[in-house]
């Protein structure tokens, strides 16, 4: 039997990959013998290289070699067994078959072995790349249908197709030099014999009709010719099947032979002195030679085609930042520059640009678009991210006809979360690098993904924008970026995103707020929304039915200040109302106030601001669905408004128009008011909890309600926590969030949709 040269891997994979990587049956004796120089090298063929797999290092791996045998370099190095190179027809990448992910499958990587990329990943054995002329495509071998196959994939692995379906062996795959047809192996006639099919798999013909096992087709740079294998020997004969010729009689196992670039000369593999090595020898079987030396096996050789001078040079007009974050974008995008052999920019060039990781010690994949056209000299990579942490990764650029170029060394982390929000029945938080992140329900769009798919673990706003801050409302997100300016993203049936329109639509991405104020802070409330600007006015927009606006309109489709001279330190917006602290500490409310979550005993709604029936100067103040809480300047908790849940924490549930103190005597430094539940977080780091706890929002292991503060178990320690609908999430100091109660579309963002009485870790 005829094929590829045998290489030993993991028992797993061994029997999956045999009938692609066996090439002889049989032991043949071997006898030593001196090596010969090789025959005398063509100038096109002098500036090859031949890529070959070698266990000479103890293990299977990729080497190259010139063409005259010098230069003898490693390119892979993992414990897995990686065989079968194939050089792209440009000469900067080589497809190969490794089992380093447990199977045999299809990776590629730069011709100086950097960036190894995996590029088929199923549980079938995929091997034996080889290359269309136009590098656009690679032909494989598989076993996924049952039987090996030929496949072929385009040349990033999307786009696998079957080629053949016979229910015989197909394999050893070769594409014409035109690429119109492509030669293999197959075993349909129960005899391995060679065939020929065009490149779309029709017209599969028989080339060979002999007794005698045959495999390893390899095409003549001129398309003239194939050589390939026949009983241990190296053949030759006309692409028409017809002038069959032997070149190799060793009464060894002479077997892969592949053509030099300018077709005047043929390496193989031979075992004629004692072990499998690389020869070379000319088109017509004369001056045949040993190329590689030792005592162990090598096999496989893949002729690179002849290096064409360089055009030019790239270069990183933009470096990746010296950290970032996983699974996030990398901004600003990384920019690659096409360069002259001088270095001057190539304004105008269109060339395409290849990105890959080179140096990547945790084994990361770098997601994203990682082959774009240049503009006008320059590539942007606009998506690339990251998808495990790790320090000292490195990015490798490569454009045909350029010399390469590599990044600066960068790291990646997990996300650190410097403030959190929860909503109705999502949330969203800001990390440390100014990154939004949503999890929960998104029927809407009020994640900020581009979709409206519900997601269980948190996704990256989009737009790249850099937050200092969101708040996460019924239906609706909105936050403040690093630079003053206010965005929102969801549903906007009331006007509540500013955009500047009432009619029913949503955005599943962040739009920005009409009017080009500057904000320090915004707040999304139930269907409208509130800011204070940087000179502490406060403007709202959305829904008015009951004065949440401030003033006497129907509503508002993009900010308007507020009925008042008043100075704000911040505002919130709650269920139909609105409160603020002013730069004096007076808590003042609008809006709806039938509950009495105005502060006014009268429960009358109004609307222009009024000050809180109270004498008390506070730091902070949140409106939750029909109550609100707030922190006094003295540190203790005050809540007002509805309260038969109990969530003013007073030891009752009467509600109350007038500001009573949080029960406990516990002192705050900020408090949350919740659609019907409160939390608060000490001066110590501990949570505390308030109200309805149906669904475990309160975090105490119970759905038992409280009239007054119970702990939050498992001991975390929190910057901050936010009441949302029916559960709550906290920013621990070190950046990590825990979220708890109800789970039903994956808001406490732990990957399940699992209610949780206690603190669960959101996915970071």
């Excluded at 190894?116 to 494989?140: E, H, K, M, V, Y």
């Excluded at 990251?386 to 982390?413: E, I, K, N, Q």
Aim: net charge negative.
């Amino acid at each position: 039997m005829s094929g590829r040269a045998s290489i030993p891997f993991p028992a797993a994979a061994r029997l999956a990959i045999a009938a692609f990587l066996a090439t002889t049956c049989t032991d043949e004796p071997t006898r030593p013998r001196t090596p010969s120089p090789p025959s005398a090298l063509t100038a096109a063929t002098a500036a090859s290289r031949i890529a070959f797999a070698s266990d000479r290092d103890g293990n299977w791996e990729i080497y190259v070699v010139n063409a005259d045998g010098s230069g003898l370099t490693r390119l892979t190095n993992a414990p897995a067994a990686d065989s079968t190179p194939s050089w792209s027809p440009d000469g900067s990448r080589i497809a190969f078959t490794s089992t380093r992910d447990g199977n045999a499958e299809i990776y590629v990587m730069a011709a100086d072995g950097s960036a190894p990329t995996r590029l088929t990943d199923n549980p079938a054995a995929d091997g034996q790349p080889t290359w269309s002329p136009d590098g656009r495509r690679i032909a494989f071998t598989t076993n996924r249908d049952g039987n090996f196959d030929i496949y072929v994939m385009n040349a990033d692995g999307s786009g696998q197709a079957p080629l053949t379906t016979d229910p015989a062996t197909d394999n050893a795959p070769s594409w014409s030099p035109d690429g119109a047809r492509i030669a293999f192996r197959s075993t349909r006639d129960f005899v391995p014999q060679i065939y020929v099919m065009n490149a779309d798999g029709s017209a599969q013909t028989l080339l060979t009709n002999v007794p005698n096992a045959e495999g390893d087709p390899s095409w003549s740079p001129d398309g003239l010719r194939i050589a390939f294998t026949r009983s241990a020997a190296i053949y030759v004969m006309a692409a028409d099947g017809s002038a069959q010729t032997q070149l190799t009689n060793s009464g060894f196992s002479d077997t892969d032979p592949t053509w030099s670039p300018d077709g005047t000369q043929i390496a193989f593999t031979s075992t004629r002195d004692g072990n499998r090595a690389i020869y070379v020898m000319n088109a017509d079987g004369s001056g045949q030679a040993r190329l590689t030396t030792g005592t162990t096996s090598d096999a496989q050789p893949s002729w690179s085609p002849a290096a064409p001078a360089p055009r030019g040079v790239l270069a990183f007009a933009t470096q990746p930042p010296e950290t970032i974050d996983v699974d996030v974008a990398i901004s600003p995008p990384v920019r690659i520059a096409i360069e002259d052999s001088l270095g001057n920019p190539m304004m105008g060039a269109t060339d395409t640009v290849t990105i890959a990781l080179t140096a990547n010690p945790a084994s990361a994949v770098l997601l994203g678009a990682t082959t774009v056209a240049a503009v006008d000299g320059i590539a942007t990579f606009a998506d690339l991210r990251v998808d495990r942490p790790g320090r000292g990764y490195t990015l490798v650029a490569t454009a045909l006809g350029f010399g390469g170029a590599t990044s600066a060394p960068f790291s990646a982390s997990h996300l650190s979360f410097a403030s959190v929000s929860a909503g109705l029945s999502h949330s969203c938080a800001v990390t440390t690098r100014g990154t939004a992140y949503c999890w929960g329900y998104n029927y809407w769009g009020g994640l900020g993904d581009g979709t409206t798919t519900h997601r269980a673990t948190p996704v990256p706003v989009t737009g790249g924008l850099s937050l200092s801050a969101v708040s996460a409302g019924s239906l609706h997100t909105c936050g403040v970026t690093t630079s003053q300016v206010a965005y929102c993203w969801g549903y906007n049936w009331d006007g509540e995103l500013g955009e500047g329109a009432f009619f029913p639509r949503w955005f599943t991405s962040p739009v920005a707020v009409a009017g080009g104020l500057k904000f320090a802070l915004v707040s999304a409330g139930r269907l409208h929304t509130c800011g204070v600007t940087a000179n502490g006015d406060a403007y709202c927009w959305g829904d008015n039915y009951w004065g949440a606006t401030g003033d006497t309109t129907a509503g508002r489709p993009s900010p308007g200040r507020i009925v008042s001279e008043l100075r704000f330190t911040m505002v919130s917006a709650g269920g139909d109302h609105t409160c603020g602290v002013t730069t004096t500490g007076q808590a003042w409310c609008w809006g709806r106030n039938l509950e009495g979550q105005g502060g006014d005993p009268s429960t009358v709604s109004w609307f222009p601001p009024r000050p809180v029936a109270s004498t008390l100067t506070f730091v902070a103040v949140s409106a939750g669905g029909l109550h609100t809480c707030g922190v006094g300047t003295d540190g203790a908790g005050y809540c007002w408004g509805d309260n038969t849940t109990g969530q003013l924490g007073d030891g009752t549930t009467t509600s109350r128009g007038s500001v009573e103190p949080v029960a406990g005597g516990l002192r705050f430094t900020a408090v949350s008011a919740g659609r019907m539940h409160s939390c608060g977080v000490t001066a110590g780091g501990n949570a505390f909890c308030w109200g309805d706890n149906s669904s475990g929002q309160l975090g105490d292991g119970t759905t038992g309600g409280r009239v007054s503060p119970v702990p939050v178990a498992g001991g975390l320690t929190f910057a901050v926590v936010s009441a949302g609908g029916d559960h709550t999430c906290g920013a621990t100091p070190s950046g990590g969030v825990y979220c708890w109660g109800d789970n039903l579309f994956g808001q406490l963002g732990n990957g399940t949709t699992v209610t949780s009485l206690t603190p669960v870790r959101v996915v970071q």
